[in-house]
T-cell receptor
Framework: GAVVSQHPSWVICKSGTSVKIECRSL??????MFWYRQFPKQSLMLMAT?????????EQGVEKDKFLINHASLTLSTLTVTSAHPEDSSFYIC?????????FGPGTRLTVT | AQKITQTQPGMFVQEKEAVTLDCTYD???????LFWYKQPSSGEMIFLIY??????QNATEGRYSLNFQKARKSANLVISASQLGDSAMYFC???????????FGTGTKLQVIP
């Protein structure tokens, strides 16, 4: 089956620093990748849609300058949380899409101190 | 716009019994897909089952079946013969209009009791 990896699986960083999270589709090419954010005991909220070779489409209320998304190839998308603050602490999940199916990565737990 | 409603924040079920997790959806698009995902405490999202709006039969995958009632706009998940490992959060989700973007419900926490 289709496998999506995320790296790192967890990260702790200091307030004001930037953190990069990678999302890779390991055995298939994904034209579209999605980035979600999940707060404790809440649902997944879509942050942005990333298409290879083009700018990401951000959902309303998501700061594009704070959450930088780069989809450099058909197997890699990155999310950079710039100037992280404690309120950015969350579980970030990516998914990679072929047609109608989405395959989710294992998630990255970010803690900003 | 799509909206997914899961009215059961938490459910308990006895091991080996069947359980139904409710999901209703709201979309004006004639073409849409419905999904169920399982999220254990580790956080990963595990795809369980998919139902297309034009599928005539209810989807089944092993112990999982989707009770699709189009007129009621409901897509309930039925888990038969519950196992302790089924304890997790379950999310109903949907996409529509040919778009890959998926909208999630608020989830139901299922706990299987020995």
């Amino acid at each position: 089956g289709a496998v999506v990896s995320q790296h790192p699986s967890w990260v702790i960083c200091k307030s004001g620093t930037s953190v990069k999270i990678e999302c890779r589709s390991l055995d298939f090419q994904a034209t579209t990748m999605f980035w979600y954010r999940q707060f404790p005991k809440q649902s997944l909220m879509l942050m942005a849609t990333s298409n290879e070779g083009s700018k990401a489409t951000y959902e309303q209320g998501v700061e594009k300058d704070k959450f930088l998304i780069n989809h450099a190839s058909l197997t890699l998308s990155t999310l950079t949380v710039t100037s992280a603050h404690p309120e950015d602490s969350s579980f970030y999940i990516c998914s990679a899409s072929t047609s109608y199916e989405q395959y989710f990565g294992p998630g990255t737990r970010l803690t900003v101190t | 716009a799509q909206k997914i409603t899961q009215t059961q924040p938490g459910m308990f079920v006895q091991e080996k019994e069947a359980v139904t997790l409710d999901c209703t959806y709201d979309t004006s698009d004639p073409s849409y897909g419905l999904f169920w995902y399982k999220q254990p405490s580790s956080g990963e999202m595990i795809f369980l089952i998919y139902q297309g709006s034009y599928d005539q039969q209810n989807a089944t995958e092993g112990r999982y079946s989707l009770n699709f009632q189009k007129a009621r706009k409901s897509a309930n998940l039925v888990i038969s013969a519950s196992q302790l490992g089924d304890s997790a959060m379950y999310f109903c989700a949907s996409n529509s209009g040919g778009y890959q973007k998926v909208t999630f419900g608020t989830g139901t926490k299922l706990q299987v009791i020995p």
